[in-house]
């Protein structure tokens, strides 16, 4: 059975970090991209980063790049996000999926989700 499990969530002040987990389970995390969306109420759910299944190709939007970090251990079957530098625009719940092989940008192409983590960026 795949799972997978997000944690690490949290509240923070603006300029903290936090590092989010994405644990996975029921696959062999090492032939699957895991991507890293986030939703806040009312939005669509958007992509925040992605690896690839080897690591060896990753990608961060726009909003996130110099800040945000991915990187997997395929040994643990875990990939993680590590977020620095917070904003209070960061606040979301923050999703890990996978995908066969390569990273998306697009939702529908992920096969699996997780039930996601609340990030909460105040002062």
């Known amino acids: 059975q795949v799972q997978l499990v997000e944690s690490g969530g949290g509240s923070v002040q603006p300029g903290g970090s936090l590092r989010l987990s994405c644990a996975a389970s029921?696959?062999?995390?090492?032939?699957?991209?895991i991507g890293w969306f986030r939703q806040v109420p009312g939005k669509e759910r958007e992509g925040v980063s992605c690896?690839?299944?080897?690591?060896?190709?990753?990608n961060y939007a726009d909003s996130v790049k110099g800040r945000f970090t991915i990187s997997r251990d395929n040994a643990k079957n875990t990939v993680y996000l590590q977020m620095n530098d917070l904003r209070p625009e960061d606040t979301a719940v923050y999703y890990c999926?996978?995908?066969?092989?390569?990273?998306?940008?697009?939702?529908?192409?992920?096969?699996?989700w997780g039930q996601g983590t609340q990030v909460t960026v105040s002062s």
């Open positions: 690896t690839s299944s080897s690591g060896g190709s990753t």
């Open positions: 029921g696959f062999t995390l090492g032939y699957y991209a």
């Open positions: 999926a996978t995908r066969f092989m390569l990273c998306s940008h697009r939702r529908m192409d992920y096969d699996y």
